[in-house]
């Protein structure tokens, strides 16, 4: 095999007696990731996921951008394996490794043995390793406090590593380990960035989205689908739910008091999303709400939408600034699908001046004049379910 990848599991490894399931997970979830590459073998060992492609025609490639992607994973290298023995692994470093080297300006060799059978130690074996590279890299000097290059050799049990500089993980905690949460996913900026984050932490994600044909068009909705499939490269697969609003807007909007119309929508939206939740096993709800962004982000907005529900819900983005958001939208991959320029039901019927400090009896009060469950009954029995994965084709 010329080349395999190590992961190294993060936080995991201090979870004591869910170790071993944690690891189990992982394991399950690194496995179903590398499917579409290819035929790889995927197995832990002292706390580092192996993944080796087992033919040719693994596309080792897409295989590793994978890898990158996978919660629970701090830190990741391409290697080389080969024998134990220091003529094996100079050989190695100097074919996968020798052009790099002779790119840099100075390197060391850092090496750890997790067989202590292996003959020599730690230092030793950097220092036979480095002395050989330096005469045939007379180029790259040796620099053992501040290199610009690190040559690594991992003597452990069925053979022996060489890579360079290991690249950072995504972080977080396996998928599924955290049971399972249902993401409001707007078209927005924020919503696909709350989801993330809390799929990090190794939450199962499902989404719902209030489409409001035709005040939003099928566009709207195709971009929410492309959202949803693209936080899927982090958290597996995902179901969409998508809602029929517009019967709701229209009551809300002939029935309602204008300055509470966004505060009642939002109500609906909680209360729906926490039956769809039910049925699909979510224990909480996630939103992209943060805190002052808008008139209905205001604390007291948020007490009057949250009172309708009573399962957790989760507002990872709400301390932050949006800058920090469009960082990591960007870093993920969804700010560009963001940024299209297609409404969203809650730019439908936005008050002119919406209540910035409601009660929750001024809100109650208001939605008296509507029939809120027959409303939800109905919008609940015509929910489409679209199911989407990262390798589905983009719908943009
Ligand atoms: P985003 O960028 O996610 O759209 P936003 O700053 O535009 O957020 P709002 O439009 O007020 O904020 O919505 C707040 C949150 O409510 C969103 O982050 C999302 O979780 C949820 N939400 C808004 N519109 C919808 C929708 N059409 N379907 C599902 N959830 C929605
Ligand atoms: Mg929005």
């Known amino acids: 095999m010329n ?13 004591g007696a869910n170790k071993r399931q944690f690891e189990s997970r992982l394991r399950q979830n690194v ?14 060992l002292q706390s580092t ?16 951008e994978a890898c990158r992607a996978i919660f629970g994973v701090v830190s990741l290298c391409r290697c080389r394996p080969c024998e134990k023995n220091v003529d094996a692994i100079y050989e190695a470093v100097e074919n996968y490794l020798g052009e790099d080297l002779d790119c840099a300006e100075s390197f060391k060799v ?4 997790s067989d202590k ?16 590279l330096a005469e045939a890299h007379p180029s790259c000097r040796v620099d053992v406090h501040h290199p610009a290059y690190t040559v690594f050799v991992e003597v452990r049990d069925f053979a022996a590593y060489v890579h360079g500089p290991a690249e950072p993980g995504a972080g977080g905690l396996p998928t599924g380990v955290g049971g399972r949460a249902m993401v409001l996913l707007s078209g927005g900026i924020d919503s696909p960035v709350a989801a993330y ?25 195709d971009k929410v689908v492309e959202l949803a499939r693209l936080v899927t490269r982090y958290c597996g697969k995902m179901t969409v739910n998508v809602v029929p609003f517009t019967e709701i807007q229209e009551a809300i909007r002939d029935n309602c008091p204008e300055e509470f119309f966004t505060l009642i929508m939002r109500r609906f939206m909680m209360e729906i999303s926490q039956r769809i939740a039910q049925g699909d096993g979510c224990g909480a709800l996630i939103t992209g709400e943060n805190l002052g962004q808008v008139a209905s982000q205001t604390m007291e907005a948020m007490a009057v939408t949250g009172a309708v529900v009573d399962i957790p819900i989760f507002m990872p983005l709400v301390g932050m600034d949006k800058e920090e958001i469009v960082t990591i939208a960007r870093k993920i991959g969804t700010l560009e699908t963001s940024i299209l320029p297609y409404e969203d039901c809650c730019t439908v019927f936005t008050p002119k001046h919406p209540k910035t400090k409601p009660t929750l009896g001024q809100v109650i009060h208001a939605e008296k004049a509507l029939d809120r469950q027959a409303l939800i009954e109905n919008a609940l029995n015509s929910i489409e379910k679209i199911k989407v994965s990262y390798h589905d084709e983009s719908l943009l």
């Open 3 to 15: 080349e395999i990848f190590l992961l190294k599991l993060g936080e995991i490894v201090l979870k």
């Open 31 to 44: 496995r179903r990731r590398m499917k579409p590459y290819g035929n790889f073998d995927v197995y832990i």
């Open 49 to 64: 996921v192996y993944v080796e492609p087992q033919d040719e025609n693994a596309d080792v490639d897409g295989a590793w």
């Open 110 to 113: 850092e090496s750890k043995r």
């Open 117 to 132: 059978q292996f003959p020599l130690t730690s230092i030793q074996l950097s220092q036979e390793i480095g002395g050989r």
């Open 197 to 221: 984050m809390i799929a990090k932490r190794g939450v199962e994600i499902e989404a719902v989205h209030f489409f409001s044909y035709p005040y939003t068009s099928q566009l709207a909705k």
